[in-house]
């Protein structure tokens, strides 16, 4: 084709794809700024920047540059029809209007379709993109397949250890996604119509669905059980976690199972149902992709889409891309300012990735959300993120691993990678104890970083001496050991990890089962409704509610529905569909996790039912009651009568005063009075 004709048929091309941009454009400013601004300024601004990306993409030559994979027409042909029609029939841009879409009368088509066209057209873009930039890192992933068949032997058999020594009620982020994936396997929808529920969840849900789809299609051929769900988040999630530490200490033989090793804790956070160790896994690959020798726009642009890809799936590894993003621009800037291109492609691989797949939760969760206030009750202070730590890690690996980093900054060679990793974890840190203490899950933001800096610094040791490191660190894990079950259990700090490989017990599961047939059985004439006042690692919601599926019961035909009730202040409104309820579930000494002060919430008409005060007079009291682990008595009581508007005051008045500034959470609603 002659030079000028292919030119010409260029501009036609992207005189085409003008407006579809333009709609897709439109919609992602009218998402962010359609309640500030009319259509018209709005417009105009999705014009002009789809004009620029068009004139950008000509001038820079990026679709030759970046965006073919392949060398053949034909070829780079058939990569873009399967993107070009995901994006076409899976596209939510419509989903994320909170108002009503602008209508725009002279345009060709309709709005919605022109904005479906343009998202099949920047979806394809993205995942050419990162097709020609696979293509340019394949070989990062090359390792010794000996050393992967022994992780993936080791980690379904340590998996089925955890797994079938476990006897126990899964609760709170325990259960979250495994209740998830049961609910999307046992759906009876069609698989399109549950393919755009997961994806429109990721627009609002904190827990949204995206990793628990995966799982939720082996549960459809193995059942939903407990097991299936724990093999699924090993081979599904932490073995390419895994695969990647291995990949990071390739430089020696078997240093990769040596990696591995000693970071028991990436394997036992899959162990114990939490799906983050994915996106655990994007961040190990983002570390071993961006400080590779690969092309620079390679490098920056499947970094970028592994940093917004690990906080699409859960939200608050936003913490570690941020701080990923800091952690390179001050490495940059003190020891490589001659070469940019990576981090020039990184933030705009960062920013398209974003603006198409994360924009409502950025607006929604980010922008207008003061976190630090709203998760006010999870601050249990810097020594409680420092247990965690030493739980997790051990304090004797903490301190090897940042005294090695420290000195190798004395090598130049190593200056760039020790800075990236040491001051990622500390400005990751730093932010996230401004909103809330850690938990187990949320040290993975730092692994990634950790393990960085241990294959660097430790390259040099002897291997015999990092290799019975990482033994002895795995080995004690299969030590028998007291587990805690809560932070405030720990008074010191651990020297090696303190978990262990089996699973958690309890002994009181005989009395939860009488519990839980007794109120089923109170619905045996009509369906009742029963709310669970209490919050504690004893006794909460969920342990009623996920109950028999902990222990693979069957589901009796009649069940009382357990109805939920918030528990932290400030997160949590007070639900008032409480006073409907049939039956109240308390827990005597009354059950918290955050301690009192935090949950009033709950805590003030759970000391109303058991002391018979206030609403608690429209209670009365039935006879059996349940004795639980950690002295708790669980009683159980029926509504006898409506509360009296009084009654409701006795709730919302002292909450009111306690936190003025969330009177809405509050408020006795109108359809009450």
């Not at 974890?425 to 040290?443: D, E, K, R």
Request: proline residues 5%; hydrophobic residues 50%.
């Amino acid at each position: 084709m002659p030079p000028v004709t292919k030119k010409v048929l260029g501009w036609l091309v992207r005189l085409a794809l003008f407006p579809l941009l333009s709609a897709w454009t439109l919609i992602r400013l009218w998402v962010a700024f359609g309640d500030a601004y009319p259509l018209e300024p709005l417009l105009t601004a999705a014009l002009l920047i789809s004009a620029a990306v068009l004139i950008i993409e000509a001038v820079g030559k990026l679709t030759q540059r970046i965006l073919l994979p392949w060398t053949t027409w034909w070829k780079n042909l058939l990569s873009l029809v399967p993107p070009l029609l995901l994006g076409w029939f899976f596209d939510i841009s419509f989903s994320m209007l909170t108002t009503a879409p602008p209508a725009v009368e002279w345009l060709p088509w309709d709005l919605e379709i022109l904005c479906h066209l343009g998202n099949a057209v920047v979806f394809a873009a993205i995942v050419m993109a990162l097709l020609k930039a696979a293509r340019d890192l394949i070989d990062l992933a090359k390792v010794d397949w000996k050393q992967i068949l022994v992780i993936c032997i080791c980690l379904n058999a340590v998996t089925a250890l955890y797994g079938l020594t476990s006897h126990t009620v899964y609760v709170w982020d325990n259960a979250g996604y495994w209740s998830i994936a049961r609910t999307l396997a046992l759906e009876k929808v069609d698989w399109y119509e549950q393919i755009i529920a997961v994806l429109e969840s990721t627009l609002t849900e904190d827990y949204n669905y995206i990793l628990a789809y995966p799982i939720s299609l082996l549960m459809r051929l193995f059942g939903p059980s407990r097991l299936v769900f724990l093999f699924g988040i090993s081979n599904l999630y932490t073995l390419p976690a895994l695969w990647g530490l291995t990949a990071l200490g390739n430089s020696k033989r078997w240093s990769g199972l040596v990696v591995v090793g000693l970071f028991p804790m990436l394997g036992y956070t899959g162990f114990v149902g939490f799906v983050d160790v994915a996106c655990c896994g994007m961040g190990i690959w983002a570390y071993l992709i961006f400080t590779s020798e690969k092309p620079a726009a390679s490098r920056g642009i499947m970094t970028g889409a592994l940093l917004v890809f690990t906080f699409l799936c859960r939200r608050y590894f936003l913490f570690f891309a941020a701080s990923f993003g800091v952690a390179v621009f001050v490495a940059k800037v003190l020891f490589d300012r001659k070469v940019w291109w990576d981090f020039l492609a990184l933030v705009s691989s960062c920013a398209v990735c974003g603006v198409t797949f994360t924009l409502r939760f950025l607006l929604d969760k980010v922008l207008e959300v003061e976190y630090s206030d709203l998760y006010s009750a999870y601050d249990l202070g810097l020594m409680s993120d420092f247990l965690y730590f030493c739980r997790y890690f051990g304090l004797v690996m903490l301190v090897l691993f940042l005294v090695a980093a420290l000195v190798d900054l004395a090598r130049k060679e190593d200056r760039f990678k020790m800075t990236l990793g040491l001051v990622q974890i500390l400005v990751g840190f730093v932010a996230f104890v401004q909103v809330q203490s850690h938990g187990q899950q949320h040290l993975l933001i730092y692994l990634p970083a950790m393990a960085f800096l241990a294959v660097n610094s430790l390259a040099r040791a002897p291997q015999y001496m990092s290799a019975f490191l990482a033994i002895s660190t795995a080995v004690y894990c299969f030590f028998p050991k007291v587990q805690p079950l809560s932070i405030q259990e720990i008074d010191s700090p651990d020297l090696f990890p303190s978990f262990q490989f089996y699973g958690p017990q309890r002994s009181d599961l005989e009395e939860l089962v009488a519990l839980c047939d007794y109120l089923d059985h109170l619905s045996f004439r009509e369906e009742k409704t029963a709310v669970v006042l209490a919050s504690s690692f004893t006794l909460n919601t969920e342990t009623i509610s996920s109950l028999r599926a902990s222990l693979d019961l069957p589901d009796p035909e009649k069940q009382t529905v357990i109805q939920y009730h918030g528990t932290v202040d400030k997160r949590d409104g007070f639900n008032w569909n409480t006073a409907f309820a049939d039956y109240l579930v308390v827990g005597d000494p009354v059950q918290v996790h955050l301690g009192e002060e935090n949950q009033q919430v709950l805590t003030i008409l759970a000391e109303h039912i058991l002391n018979g005060t206030g609403p608690g007079k429209a209670y009365s009291l039935l006879a059996p009651t349940f004795q639980l682990a950690n002295g708790v008595t669980v009683r159980v009581y029926k509504r006898i009568r409506p509360w009296y508007i009084e009654e409701y005051h006795d709730i919302s008045d002292p909450l009111i005063e306690m936190y003025p500034d969330y009177e809405e959470l509050y408020r006795i609603p109108r359809w009450i009075k």
